[in-house]
């Protein structure tokens, strides 16, 4: 399998060697730290979306008005905030 040259995080021989010796504690504090670092990639890796670019195109629906328009925005803000409601 070729190696991919933008990596930043490559398994070592040596990282290999230690992982074998770990024990319960060492061995899922290192697969939470690949997970950690594969979930920021994952994100990093996908745009975001822009709240008002979403309430645009929402806003262009027939039947929605601006009453509704602002219960959406405000739904959709909770998302964005982490449940917190403003």
């Known amino acids: ?12 021989r040596a990282q290999y060697k230690d ?31 822009d709240v008002n670019e ?5 806003g262009n629906i027939k039947g929605i008005g601006t009453k509704k328009l602002e219960d959406i925005r405000a739904s959709i803000e909770t998302i964005f905030t982490g449940g917190e409601t403003a």
Do not use: L
């Open 19 to 49: 992982a074998k010796k770990f024990d319960h504690a060492q061995f899922d504090a290192f697969c939470t730290k690949i997970y950690t670092e594969g979930y920021k990639d994952g994100r990093n890796s996908v745009p975001g979306a």
């Open 54 to 58: 979403v309430m645009a195109v929402i």
């Open 1 to 12: 399998m070729k190696q991919k040259a933008h990596r930043t995080y490559m398994t070592t």
